[in-house]
């Protein structure tokens, strides 16, 4: 089946940090702009970070800023996102998605906008 798969999840404590890895198993990331989504219970998915399809330009939720970076490698078709100074409301599932349209940066905060997902990785960042 095609999917995204997620892993580097876990529980850390405030200030550690993660690196969370996108891959895609039957799933082609080049030449999609690829997202970071999160979801904590009780709360929306909301948009964490973007990277275009080649890797030139990134958005990132103000939430996040100085603290995480994403970057991608399209020869292993896979995108990361480097958490560093987590802090517990950085607790959340973390989702990985890529945007339905080739060469395409239009709406990248939107979950709508992107046309696979994986399951997820549970990030719990503890006080």
């Known amino acids: 089946q095609e999917q995204l798969v997620e892993s580097g999840g876990g529980l850390v404590q405030a200030g550690d940090s993660l690196r969370l890895s996108c891959s895609g198993s039957?799933?082609?990331?080049?030449?999609?702009?690829t997202a970071w989504f999160r979801q904590a219970p009780g709360k929306e998915r909301e948009f964490v970070a973007a990277i275009s399809w080649n890797g030139g330009t990134t958005s990132y939720a103000d939430s996040v800023k100085g603290r995480f970076t994403a970057s991608r490698d399209n020869a292993q078709n896979t995108k990361y996102l480097q958490m560093n100074s987590l802090k517990p409301e950085d607790t959340a599932v973390y989702y990985c998605g890529r945007h339905g349209g080739m060469w395409n940066w239009e709406n990248v905060g939107s979950p709508f906008e992107y046309d696979h997902w994986g399951q997820g990785t549970q990030v719990t960042v503890s006080s």
């Open positions: 039957g799933v082609v990331l080049l030449n999609h702009a």
